[in-house]
């Protein structure tokens, strides 16, 4: 629960969620009656049918709200798992708070004793829905996984004339930064830090690299991400990343790959 959360970004990939929740809500109230609801919601003169429908209504407006909302914050904030459940039983939880009224307005006495029955209805129907996509999501992530080369396998680099220079674990590499017409790979051999030139461009190393794991963080600079420390600003508004590695220099990191570093952290 407190790995981070990858589903998509964009605000139609929650679509699901907007359009299946309430489809469920609708039709597993109609057609199985759970807790007695047809009886409860028979009021107001309406069939339960009517009812059942405007809070599918009700809730379909809910969600395409806070679902806009999930992903303003979803793009600029590294969500996990469990930050992801708590916000779906606060959707709920809106939810509970709306069929509470509409079920006052259309008779039925004391808002409070109403809405117990509500958390009820709501908690226990929307469950299956909410476990069935949220599951599809880990199904289709660890899919993903498993036809993603692994990132352990060792990483080679070939100098400009395509000739092979260094085979490494990707874990023993600190970073990469580039010099003149080199690239300088910083990696650890043992508990020693040790450099390696290799005659290449950052260009023609940065489709491997990030293949396995590594993340640019400035024009001239690759970074390990499982290396990094921390980022810091000093009063001039440069941020540097400092390295678990005693003795080894931070190195700079770009505006523009700040963003992407730190949600990696």
């Not at 009656?33 to 049918?49: A, I, L, R, S, W």
């Not at 806009?68 to 969500?79: G, N, V």
């Amino acid at each position: 629960m407190n790995s981070k959360l990858r589903i998509g970004q964009s605000y139609k990939s929650q679509l699901s969620y907007i359009l299946l929740l309430p489809a469920f809500f609708a039709g597993f109230c109609f057609l199985y009656n759970p807790f007695g609801m047809h009886e409860y919601f028979q009021t107001g003169g309406m069939t339960f049918g009517f009812h059942f429908l405007m809070l599918s209504v009700i809730l379909m407006a809910i969600l395409a709200l806070t679902r806009l909302i999930f992903s303003a914050l979803y793009k600029h904030i590294p969500f996990r798992w469990w930050h992801y459940a708590v916000w779906c039983i606060g959707e709920t939880f809106v939810f509970t708070l709306f069929m509470g009224m509409y079920a006052t307005l259309f008779g039925k006495p004391g808002y409070f004793s109403v809405l117990s029955n509500c958390f009820k209805f709501s908690y226990l129907i929307l469950i299956y829905p909410y476990l069935f996509l949220i599951l599809l999501q880990i199904i289709l992530n660890k899919e993903k996984d498993l036809n993603t080369e692994p990132s352990d396998t060792l990483v080679k680099f070939y100098d400009e004339h395509k000739r092979l220079k260094l085979t490494i674990a990707p874990t023993a590499i600190l970073f990469i930064r580039a010099d003149a017409n080199y690239v300088v790979l910083n990696y650890m051999d043992a508990d020693r830090v040790k450099e390696f030139m290799l005659r290449a461009s950052m260009k023609s190393v940065e489709a491997t690299v990030a293949r396995h794991g590594l993340v640019r963080c400035h024009r001239s600079y690759f970074v390990n991400p499982k290396y990094v420390k921390l980022l810091s600003k000093n009063r001039e508004g440069l941020v540097t990343a400092e390295l678990l590695v005693p003795g080894v220099e931070a190195i700079p990191v770009s505006k523009q790959f700040y963003k992407q570093l730190s949600e990696l952290l």
